[in-house]
Nanobody, 126 residues
Framework: QVQLVDSGGGLVQAGGSLRLSCAAS????????KGWFCQAPGKEREFVAA????????YYADSVKGRFTISRDNAKNTVYLQMNSLTPADTAVYYC???????????????????WGQGTQVTVSS
């Protein structure tokens, strides 16, 4: 069984930064791909970023490229999302997700992740 615990959300002004963390537990979690998704009120859950199990490959939604950075520390079983230059459009609940790494085709779709954190709220004020 894999458990994910998201943290690091909060209220920040436009232009500010936040770093989200996702601590994972489970026997083989270090071999899993990890992703971050967000969901704003009234909208579907959207892909934000993903990272391969080794950390060697990363993928980003176009809306966050150049502003967000995903990284992982397998020794700590933790994945991070560094969020810079935040705008009010980034306001959402952010969820980390994990599943077996079957290749990049399966990185950007929510349905290809079996395990989810509880979510952490990010609010960006103008």
């Amino acid at each position: 069984q894999v458990q994910l615990v998201d943290s690091g959300g909060g209220l920040v002004q436009a232009g500010g930064s936040l770093r989200l963390s996702c601590a994972a537990s489970g026997r083989t979690v270090s071999r899993y791909k990890k992703g971050w998704f967000c969901q704003a009120p009234g909208k579907e859950r959207e892909f934000v970023a993903a990272i391969s199990w080794s950390g060697g490959s990363t993928y980003y939604a176009d809306s966050v490229k150049g502003r967000f950075t995903i990284s992982r520390d397998n020794a700590k079983n933790t994945v991070y999302l560094q969020m810079n230059s935040l705008t009010p459009a980034d306001t959402a609940v952010y969820y980390c997700a994990a599943d077996a790494d079957r290749g990049s085709y399966y990185y950007t779709r929510a349905r290809d992740y079996a395990y989810w954190g509880q979510g952490t709220q990010v609010t960006v004020s103008s």
